[in-house]
């Protein structure tokens, strides 16, 4: 797990389906859900650090994420309903360091609209099959804190386990790691 994964090319990663959900690349017109989700204090409870304060920290934020699309050919994807526009929120993979080694981050905050939908679990589970079938030689971890049991469930429900071993101090508090395989228990 230490070298950096090769780019994915398959042209799935760029939209994916579920029952009920439409996961696709983000576009420059998510701009507005973006600034909006990432300026809500809510949303951003247990992440504050995460909070934007302008339109153009936004911007810089899509501009990462099509970053981690163009370099590797996946990454977080704009959540919505199939009979719906408006976005859920936002889920999916990225590269990210972990360590010495090059891991994938599962990511998922949505609209506390949203919340209580089983859709966090949707998006998440619809990410991690995706990883399975494509990247299935990569770690996959989800950061955690220990008083977000409602994204502790999501990161169960989707196919991870509790590694205990991982967890960290980190910018917002403690950091419980779930991580995907069976070989860490907590």
């Given amino acids: 797990m230490t070298a950096e994964p090769e780019p994915s090319r398959d042209p799935g990663a760029t939209e994916l389906r579920t029952a009920r959900l439409l996961l696709r690349r983000p576009l420059p017109e998510d701009l507005d859900a973006i600034f909006a989700l ?26 990462r994420w099509s970053d981690q699309w163009d370099q590797y050919g996946f990454g977080y994807w704009t ?6 526009p408006e976005s859920l929120g936002f889920c999916g993979v990225k590269v990210a360091g972990f360590g010495r080694h090059v891991v994938l981050n599962l990511f998922y905050r949505l609209f506390p609209s949203a919340w209580g939908s089983g859709y ?11 990883v399975r079938a494509h990247r299935p030689d990569d770690l996959v971890i989800a950061r955690v804190r220990p008083e977000n049991v409602a994204s502790q469930r999501v990161a169960l429900r989707a196919g991870l386990v509790r ?12 950091d419980w790691f779930y991580v995907s395989g069976g070989d860490h228990e907590g």
């Fill in 79 to 84: 959540v919505r309903r199939r009979d719906s």
């Fill in 38 to 63: 990432h300026t809500d204090p809510e949303a951003c409870a247990h992440n504050p650090s995460d909070l934007l304060e302008t339109r153009e920290d936004a911007e810089l934020l899509l501009l």
């Fill in 163 to 174: 590694a205990s071993d991982f967890d960290t101090p980190g910018e917002d508090g403690a």
């Fill in 120 to 130: 966090a679990v949707e998006a998440a589970t619809a990410a991690m099959g995706w």
